[in-house]
């Protein structure tokens, strides 16, 4: 969107191929990792389906933006967190946010180290309060499935904290 403010461009019906190859050359220059730009594409090729079959572009616009390769290497991040960095962030929501939803998601997200996709994965019953852990259960039937599917299901015991927070 802002790409096509900053063209001029009002309307989703300006656009055309030309348009979404220089997006997707402003995009790289962005020096964005090649999962990212992969990820921006496909979602973006989505939503310009969505305009074809209502008629908003024209038929086939949404085949002129490539999807680019990324093998393995590329779509695992090794960025992490330093214990300092979270250390200052649980100080923040202890003494600021106490409790809230975002202080309650760090701390099981540092505590677990669980992907954020398992954490999205967690209901209400996956936590036993009175036994003090998470259970980690693939549901893909409700679409939060785990990311190595039954693999992953585990119990994962809690800090006296981190419950603490949740409760």
Sequence with gaps: ???????????????????LGQ?????????IKPITLYNNIKHIRRFLRWCESNEIVSDGLAEKLEVPEVNDDQ?????KISPETAEQ???????YEY???SHAIFAVLWHTG???????ALDLEDYD?????????NRPESGTA???NSKSERNVTLSDDVQAVLT
Aim: charge should be negative.
């Design 1 to 19: 969107i802002e790409y096509l403010e900053d063209q001029g461009i009002e309307s989703m019906q300006e656009v055309d191929g030309y348009i």
């Design 23 to 31: 997006w997707k050359l402003a995009r790289k220059a962005e020096d």
């Design 75 to 79: 779509t695992v991040s090794d960025e």
């Design 89 to 95: 962030v649980l100080g923040y929501y202890e003494r």
């Design 99 to 101: 409790a809230t939803r």
């Design 114 to 120: 669980c992907r954020a996709s398992a954490a999205i």
């Design 129 to 137: 309060q009175k036994a003090g852990y998470l259970e980690f259960r």
């Design 146 to 148: 785990l990311k190595n």
